[in-house]
């Protein structure tokens, strides 16, 4: 993820709740989200994202708390590196979230740095027409590293045998 909290976020609109803006959306913690009413006026949510830079391959999306009828279904992203010019580099699906804080992952072609993103979600997963709700944004960089190679019952060999009885390593 080569976003940071703390990196500047710009909203489509200001039109979300005082402890529900676009910050939320950036900074690793799912239990806070970025809550925006756009939808009731047919108009995409989304924000910018300005960052330290990077190839950005794919999204990382995670649900939020509650009404899975605003969590997004479709996201279309563009790419700058003046904040002004913005080139499309990807659009498409969502997939579809089964569960509230689940994780999703979509993942396309891009080979160029920018430093600006936009990300927009024209349709909600409930075709919700007041709003869209995220609790996280994550702009990945080699999506194909993140496929998770381990399982349950892997042999695990500690650092040290320092752990109390019920918080053993093979716990990760």
Known sequence: DI???GDAVVPTSSNSPGGEQAPNAIDNDPN???????????????LTISTGGGIVTGLGLTSAN????????????W????????TEIA?????????????????????????DYKIHFPTTAGGSTCCMQIAEIELLSNISDLADITSAG??????????PGGEQAPNA
């Not at 806070?32 to 989304?46: E, I, Q, R, V």
């Open 32 to 46: 806070t989200k970025y809550l925006n009413f756009d939808g009731a006026n047919n108009t995409p949510s989304g």
């Open 3 to 5: 976003t940071s909290a």
């Open 91 to 115: 659009q498409g699906d969502v997939p579809a979230f089964g569960a509230r804080f689940e994780r999703q992952t979509v993942s396309f072609d891009n080979d160029e740095v920018y430093v």
């Open 79 to 86: 790419s700058s590196n003046d904040g002004e010019n913005f």
């Open 154 to 163: 892997d042999a695990v060999v500690p650092t040290s045998s320092n752990s």
């Open 66 to 77: 509650d009404a899975p009828d605003r969590d997004p279904a479709t996201y279309i992203i």
